[in-house]
């Protein structure tokens, strides 16, 4: 019999949930200590000798705004608080000295009952994983190793059923340092899952020197809610608008869609996180979640708002710091 004890089964965005990896944001070292300003680039790709992974966290590094460990670890707390209320079991890396590990999700992603270790494009985060392989070790299911050519990011990859939709770079995007899942990354899951899941690229505009023009990845665009018939969408954010038509009608028309505008796009309005169909955790900051949280309030979601707008900085939000294991299906 085997001695496994972690089962999981993650088919969409927003079903119950019962257990998540949940990053941990203590010991990050000094970040950015290495980087260009944008007025100094021959071009609009990062330069090899700026070190930086995004361009919120490095404006806020310019502007010296960027945030407080003990800040961090203030919000990682009461996103740790909020789910041991609606009583999901909560997993964390173990640490790793000078590493920032807020951002769970990118390192590895559950569909269907397959996990699949991601390879991320930022090569100095690949160590990250080994923070959370005791955790993998113990899943019953399977698990798969992608091989080094295939970059893929769990905050571009979306399971909804039968449907896996996966952000890559928009034309005049590709190449930047903010390209994050390739081409291959979309090959390789059509392979792998053989035609039982439809593989869907959404094209997404990026920007390696301006942060309120930067898609990272999907989730800072799209995000399905309730019984997936409500979504945030961030419209601009797509190449082609056919996309955005197709889901915003497949999860509930126009008449249940949020839309999103650039401002809000830069708070992270759309990386909210679905602990149920009805309830979600977005961020209590006023000035750039009120709209939102009224939004979602109308349509009678319950909304538990902590304190996240430090970790925003560092362009993430609540979807970006959870890796869901189990939710729960009939």
């Given amino acids: 019999m085997s001695d496994k004890t972690i089962n999981i089964k993650v088919l969409d965005e927003t079903a119950p949930l019962e257990a998540v990896i949940v990053g941990y944001a203590g010991d990050l070292g000094i970040p950015g200590s290495m980087y260009v300003h944008p007025n100094q680039w021959s071009g609009n790709t990062a330069p090899s000798e ?17 945030p407080l460990e003990e800040d961090l670890r203030r919000e990682n707390q ?32 559950v569909i269907g009952d397959v996990f699949i270790k991601t390879n991320m494009k930022t090569s100095k985060r690949q160590s990250e994983f080994f923070a959370i392989r005791d955790i993998v070790s113990d899943i019953a299911q399977e698990i798969w190793f992608p091989p080094q050519t295939v970059k893929i990011e769990g905050g571009d990859v979306f399971p909804f059923y ?44 990026k920007s390696d020197k301006d942060p309120k023009e930067n898609c990272l990845h999907l989730d ?15 419209p601009e954010g797509f190449e082609d608008q056919n996309q955005v ?22 708070h992270m309005n759309s990386n909210v996180f ?7 955790i977005s961020g209590d900051n006023e000035k750039e979640f009120g709209w939102l949280n009224e939004q979602l309030e109308s349509k009678g979601f319950e909304v538990e708002k902590i304190p996240y707008s430090e970790t925003a900085k560092m362009e993430g939000l609540l979807r970006c710091s959870t890796l869901p294991l189990r939710r729960t299906y009939n």
């Fill in 245 to 266: 038509a197709d889901l915003v009608n497949l999860f509930g028309g126009e008449e249940n869609a949020i839309i999103i505008q650039k401002e809000d796009m830069y």
């Fill in 50 to 66: 700026d070190g930086v992974n995004d361009p919120k966290s490095r404006m806020h590094l310019i502007q010296g705004t960027y």
């Fill in 220 to 234: 800072c665009a799209f995000q399905p809610l309730g019984n997936n018939d409500h979504c945030i969408i961030y």
């Fill in 274 to 280: 679905s602990i149920s169909p009805e309830v979600i």
């Fill in 78 to 109: 009461h996103l740790l608080s909020v789910l041991v209320k609606h009583n999901v079991k909560v997993y964390q890396p173990i640490n790793l000295p000078a590493t920032n590990q807020i951002f769970t999700r990118d390192i590895g992603v």
């Fill in 162 to 205: 039968d449907k896996i939709f996966v952000g890559q770079a928009a034309k005049g995007s590709e190449g930047l340092r903010c390209d994050r899942s390739n081409p291959e990354s979309i090959e390789y899951l059509k392979e792998k899952f053989d035609d039982k899941k439809e593989v869907i690229p959404i094209f997404l505009h």
